[in-house]
């Protein structure tokens, strides 16, 4: 059964209709009354939904949309293919917040659960299978699914729609939201899954709140550090890879993907869209910046932070990061340049 999402959403909406609301310039006056039913990402747009390109770094992704419409900057309108119709703006990413309100425009409002008179405060729309545990004070939203042998720690949240697999475990005081959840995951206290991404569209009148209207999947033996956060994806979902360990005290932004078996020390930060392979290792406080590619294997050392992609099974260091030998050298050849300053 195909799961039901976590957001209602409104439409369909003719093409011009579309454009008023967000104000931007149609191209092709002939497409107007095209009805789009939704907001996807470039590569996973069909023809009846409305894409986005706001960054010169996915101008391929547009060439390969199969997407209806798509938002661009006047710069890009020729490089909008045949088949998609161009939704002229000289702020796309304001446009795309705009057009998030028009499609889902109860998404700001979460769904609450219906309390009663039971200690676990569960919804009596929820579904929990046999040898499910519950402590005392647990919260089970709407329509949530709990698998066989799964269990929750006094104070954990779960809400609508959460989908949890078998035999996993939810640690006190922690809050998932917007998410689905495989078998044997390990969700330590205060963990918060599912809040909102960071996005807004800047500008001079003030910053519009971009929705967030993706989700998180993490998938089977995944264990997740106390207070640990992973924001839900903005339309793209947030993947964290089957055997990924997760250190306390980890940020992981909106549309991460995470491969399998990675290893992310304590206090580490990773950007928004950035995306790392199977069996990458992070060390403490190190981090990324968003929209980059971390190849398989590589690691990154303790207190280092990458601005740029990183090939498969490199070893990095420093701020910011660069190949550990050259940055070792580095290191050496100032201590030997300060040493050298204090006895002259």
């Known amino acids: 059964m195909e799961h039901p999402g976590f957001f209602d959403r409104a439409g369909p909406f003719k093409l011009s209709d579309i454009a008023k609301a967000i104000d931007a310039q149609l191209s092709d006056s002939s497409k107007s009354d095209i009805l ?10 069909g023809s009846n939904h409305l894409a986005f390109l706001d960054n010169r770094k996915y ?20 490089r ?7 939704l002229v703006t000289k702020t796309p990413y304001h446009a795309y917040a705009k057009a ?8 700001q409002t979460p769904y609450i659960a219906k309390t009663g008179d039971n200690r676990h405060l569960i919804d009596p729309t929820a579904i929990l299978e046999d040898g499910v545990q519950c402590e005392p004070g647990v919260i089970i939203g709407p329509q949530a699914h709990i698998g066989r042998g799964t269990k929750l720690a006094a104070g954990a949240v779960i809400g609508a729609r959460v989908y949890i697999g078998r035999d996993s475990y939810i640690g006190a005081l922690a809050t998932v939201a917007y998410a689905l959840i495989g078998n044997n995951v390990i969700i330590h ?19 519009i709140k971009v929705l967030q209207i993706g989700r998180v999947i993490i998938q089977d033996h995944v264990e997740i550090g106390a207070n640990t956060t992973i924001d839900r994806g903005a339309l793209n979902d947030t993947i964290i890879g089957e055997g990924s360990k997760i250190d306390n005290l980890v940020q992981i932004g909106h549309n991460v993907k995470m491969g399998r078996n990675c290893v992310i020390v304590g206090q580490t930060g990773i950007s928004g869209s950035a995306e790392l392979g199977d069996f990458v290792v992070m060390g403490g406080q190190s981090g990324t910046v968003g929209h980059i590619k971390v190849g398989a294997g590589a690691q990154i050392a303790g207190g280092s932070h990458a601005k740029d ?36």
């Open 59 to 78: 101008i391929g992704q547009l060439a390969k949309t199969d997407a209806a419409a798509c938002l661009v900057l006047p710069a890009f309108l020729d």
């Open 80 to 86: 909008v293919p045949s088949n998609c119709t161009a």
């Open 309 to 344: 992609d990183i090939p498969p099974g490199a070893r990095m260091g420093g701020t910011p990061a660069k190949p550990f030998r050259q940055w070792a050298k580095e290191l050496a050849t100032l201590s030997k340049l300060a040493a050298s300053k204090k006895q002259s």
């Open 189 to 207: 206290t205060g963990v918060r899954i599912g809040q909102d991404g960071f996005g807004f569209a800047l500008g001079p009148q003030g910053h």
């Open 100 to 107: 998030l309100k028009l499609f889902y425009p109860k998404s």
């Open 36 to 45: 789009l039913e939704d907001v996807r990402p470039l590569t996973e747009a």
